[in-house]
């Protein structure tokens, strides 16, 4: 038997369980090649369904508990125990995020130790991590640290862009010190490598943008491109990796939606993430290069505001497990 998917359930409060629920009652899992599990609550995920107004049976499967919606079944992994019915949308607490964590720690490590084939993680509340001791600001790099991978690149993809991040979450008065010729470059790296491995390209077209407008115009407006970038592009150039640049940003993505490039390197994250989104809000998925098991994720958050609703879309959830089941066929 393929081994299984495991979604990660995300913020008991937030839209994620409702998201998992809605997708399976779509159909949207029913052509998948592998098992799909879920590592969360069953209760929780019990009150997802009657956001729809579905019945939910349970039947224990071995260590799982097999959710049954409408015809429709999902394996749980069952990881914690919550009062489902006291909790309040929007108000995520230290237990919900002790169990986050731990929905996201067990999958991570049954990656690793090949009992999933991949990962696929729905929203948590980074506030509720950080209350429940987590120090890390999100699943990149509590992801990077468990797999003990020094560096990986965030990637929000969708079908006309991809983009790939050199520093993620940190205020953006911080990117200029933070921004170094080694990250950029590794950041090169990892991109090349992965778009060699898992989507197919035998020279990834890697466009390399600049931190300030206009490329700074010689070191008018900054010197990040001719200290840092340039010399980061040039050395990836030498080790054979299609990389070019530093281009504008401001018309960068011009070209690269009409196809000129497979991923664009930014330098923060709202540089790669308000162009992705314009394009992608719905359908786009994160995922994480550099890490020696698979993992996407949703390119949402928790959307307190719809929760409960049943209105948001599973749009990403679904292209995320797809995309992870594609991925998994090269580990
Ligand atoms: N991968 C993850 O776990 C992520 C978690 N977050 C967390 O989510 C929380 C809320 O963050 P926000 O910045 O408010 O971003 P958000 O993505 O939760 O919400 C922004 C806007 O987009 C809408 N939206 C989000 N997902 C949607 C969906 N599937 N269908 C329809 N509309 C949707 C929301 O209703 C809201 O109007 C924060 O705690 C943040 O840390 C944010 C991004 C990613
Ligand atoms: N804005 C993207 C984001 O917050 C993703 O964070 P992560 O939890 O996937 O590291």
Redesign the pocket.
Known sequence: MQRPLVITQ??PT??GPE?IVKALLEGAFDALSRPLWVAGDPAVLRRAATVFGVPCEVVPVGERLRLVFAGRALDVVPLSELAADKLIYGRSDIPCGRAMLRYIEWACDACLSGEVAAMV????????IHAAGCDFP??TELLAERCGVGKVVMMLAGERLKVCLVTTHLALAEVPRVLSEGEILETIRITDAAFRRFFGRQEPRIAVLALNPHAGEQRLFGDEEPRLIAPAIARAQAEGIAASGPHSADTLFHFAVRGGYDAVVCMYHDQGLIPLKLLHF?DGV?VTLGLPIVRT??????????AGTG??????LVAAVKMAEQMAAHL
């Open positions: 995300g913020d937030g839209i998201i993680t729905a929203p948590i509340s980074k506030a509720a999100g699943h719905d994160n994720s949703v390119d949402h958050g928790t959307a307190y505001d719809l209105k948001a879309s599973a749009e990403s």
